[in-house]
Structures are given as structure tokens and as C-alpha cells.
């Protein structure tokens, strides 16, 4: 009769503590061999505590010479050749640079254009009109000597050979004022202004040089008075153009034109005046 274990209705036919094998009517027990040494898996180590290993100190060494081999530059490619690695990208540019240039360069030719107008005036050669030039200043015309040393000789004087030349040439330069100027700021009326200033001047300037007899010194003063209205009046004109105000133009030339209109009837009574009221007496040496 065996002394084993159970035997097993079905399943493995070792037995659960591995010392018993079923031979199919009793166990057998199985044989185990004592080894010299006993087997890794039975021997249990305790671990140890940690103990703090202090790392020796690194001593630098020299290379060894013989470790290094001399390197021929013939077969490496240099630095400058090489190629960057795949993983370097070239910068792109961004073309920041090139506005900067053009910038630059279109600030130079302004530069060099300001310093060339400042000696030679370029907008001459510019295709288009061009402004009128400056009016010459007025010269007063040739005056006849005085041939008798009468007032009425004087006064004839006056109004036949001082008074005619310079009435016509300003006669001439009224005319397109009168003709061309009006409420709106143009250049044609601009221009007309410009000439007949001068001649207005020259003409009360001819006046005050000569003197005049006693007999016609009424209608000359009345003549006189309407020039200076002339004058003030063109001279009212050209501010509202500096100015740029058509509201300046329009009384500027309402005061002209009414002085303006009364010239030739000034004019024209100086002669009858004359000879109501002259004497034709000689007198002096």
C-alpha cells in the first residue's frame, strides 16, 4: 500500500508538492540528487544599506600622441567648400534692403535736383506755359522845353506837352484791366494789374515833378486824385491775389473802374479851363 498522496481522478500526474509521481496504480516517489552547491534561486541576500560612494576626482590626461594620425587637407574638402548639413536652411532675404536702397536713391536725386534749380532755375525747361515776365519798370516820356514864359504858355505846356505821351501809354495799359478783370481771381487779370501798377506810378510821379500854373491847378488836382484812387485800387487787386481772396477782388475793382471812368472827362476839361482862365501875358526876362 502506498504512502503518497491521493491518487488523482484526472489531471497532471504529478503531485502538488513535486516530490510524488502517479505510475497509473500507486505514487513513486521522486529521486532528487544533492548538488555540491546549492541552487542560485535558494539563496536569499539581505540588501545591504546604501552607502554614499564619493566619485574619485577626474584626472585630465594628456592625449597620447600615438593616438592621433596625421591628417592629409587634400583629402577633406575645407571648410569653406563644404556643404551645410541638410537640417541648415539659407536665410531668405526679405527684400527689406531693397526698398531701402531705392529710398535712398530717389532721396539723392531729389537732393541733386534742389541743388541744381538753386543755380539753374529746371521748371524753365518743364513743357507747359510759362509765366509773363516781370514788367519792365516805366520811363517817362520825352517832355517838350517850355517855349514862352506866360501862364497860359505853362499851363499849355502842361496839358498839351507833359500830360498827352503819358495819358496814352497809360490809357493803354488800363484798358485790358478794365476789359479782363471781374469777380474771379484770373491769371490774364493778374498779369493786366501788374502792367498798368508801374505806368499809374510813373505818371503821379511826372505830375509832381512839373509844376503847374494856378489857373488849371483845380482839374489837375481833380486828375491827381483820381489816379492815387487808381493806384490804391490795383495795389488793393494784387493783395487779394497774394492773398488768394476773390472777396478782396471784388471791391478792389468796383474803386478802380469808378476812377477809371472818370479820366477822360478829367483829360478833357483841362483844356477849356486853360483858356477861360489863363493869362497869356508874358512875364520875366
Not at 500500500?1 to 500526474?13: E, F
Request: glycine share 4%.
Amino acid at each position: 500500500m502506498s504512502t503518497g498522496p491521493t491518487p488523482p481522478q484526472s489531471g497532471p500526474l504529478l503531485s502538488p508538492d513535486g516530490k510524488w509521481v502517479w505510475d497509473g496504480t500507486q505514487w513513486q516517489p521522486i529521486a532528487h540528487r544533492e548538488t555540491l552547491f546549492p541552487s542560485w534561486q535558494a539563496i536569499t541576500v539581505e540588501p545591504a544599506a546604501p552607502v554614499a560612494v564619493q566619485a574619485p576626482p577626474r584626472v585630465a590626461t594628456a592625449p597620447t600622441p600615438a593616438l592621433f594620425q596625421p591628417i592629409d587637407p587634400a583629402l577633406f574638402p575645407s571648410a569653406q567648400e563644404a556643404a551645410p548639413p541638410p537640417w541648415r536652411r539659407e536665410a531668405k532675404g526679405t527684400g527689406v534692403n531693397w526698398y531701402l536702397y531705392f529710398i535712398a536713391g530717389v532721396m539723392g536725386i531729389v537732393i541733386i535736383l534742389v541743388v541744381l534749380n538753386s543755380v539753374f532755375p529746371l521748371w524753365l525747361y518743364l513743357p507747359g506755359p510759362k509765366p509773363a515776365d516781370a514788367p519792365a519798370a516805366a520811363k517817362a516820356s520825352p517832355i517838350p522845353p517850355v517855349a514862352h514864359r506866360s501862364d497860359f504858355a505853362r499851363a499849355d505846356h502842361f496839358v498839351s506837352g507833359v500830360l498827352p505821351p503819358q495819358m496814352a501809354t497809360l490809357t493803354q495799359d488800363l484798358t485790358p484791366v478794365s476789359q479782363s478783370c471781374n469777380r474771379q481771381l484770373t491769371i490774364i487779370c493778374q498779369n493786366d494789374i501788374s502792367t498798368a501798377r508801374p505806368e499809374v506810378k510813373t505818371v503821379l510821379s511826372v505830375m509832381d515833378a512839373n509844376p503847374v500854373p494856378q489857373c488849371i491847378a483845380a482839374p489837375v488836382a481833380k486828375l491827381r486824385a483820381d489816379l492815387a484812387t487808381i493806384d490804391a485800387a490795383l495795389t488793393a487787386a494784387d493783395k487779394a491775389y497774394n492773398d488768394n481772396q476773390a472777396s478782396e477782388l471784388v471791391p478792389a475793382i468796383a474803386t478802380y473802374s469808378r476812377a477809371a471812368s472818370h479820366l477822360g472827362a478829367d483829360v478833357t476839361a483841362l483844356t477849356p479851363t486853360m483858356k477861360a482862365t489863363c493869362d497869356p501875358t508874358v512875364t520875366g526876362p
